[in-house]
Nanobody
Framework: QVQLVESGGGLVQPGGSLRLSCAASGSIFSINTMGWYRQAPGQQRDVVAIISSSSSTNYKDSVKGRFTISRDNAKNTMYLQMNSLKPEDTAVYYC?????????????WGKGTLVTVSS
């Protein structure tokens, strides 16, 4: 079992910055990749950024150059630094952890944190 808790969301003006955090607990050793997803009102949940256990990263095209995903294994925490925020970044942001295949390959989700970009 893995538990994930997001924090750091809020209201920010266009062009502003926020840093999201995701604290993981439980069977940390079984986690392979972690990632951030977002869901805007009326839309499906979509991947934003993924980071592997070796810290290789992948980003959604629309956030490349603006968002940075990172992972502090010593603190069991993942981050998403979001700069130059746009109104279209408004969404609930969810933390995801995917286990290694040897541990079943299951996905775990946090409850989400709301990011609102508005003037």
């Amino acid at each position: 079992q893995v538990q994930l808790v997001e924090s750091g969301g809020g209201l920010v003006q266009p062009g502003g910055s926020l840093r999201l955090s995701c604290a993981a607990s439980g069977s940390i050793f079984s986690i392979n990749t972690m990632g951030w997803y977002r869901q805007a009102p009326g839309q499906q949940r979509d991947v934003v950024a993924i980071i592997s256990s070796s810290s290789s990263t992948n980003y959604k095209d629309s956030v490349k150059g603006r968002f940075t995903i990172s992972r502090d294994n010593a603190k069991n925490t993942m981050y998403l630094q979001m700069n130059s925020l746009k109104p279209e970044d408004t969404a609930v942001y969810y933390c995801n952890a995917r286990l290694y295949p040897a541990y079943g390959g299951m996905n775990y989700w946090g409850k989400g944190t709301l990011v609102t970009v508005s003037s």
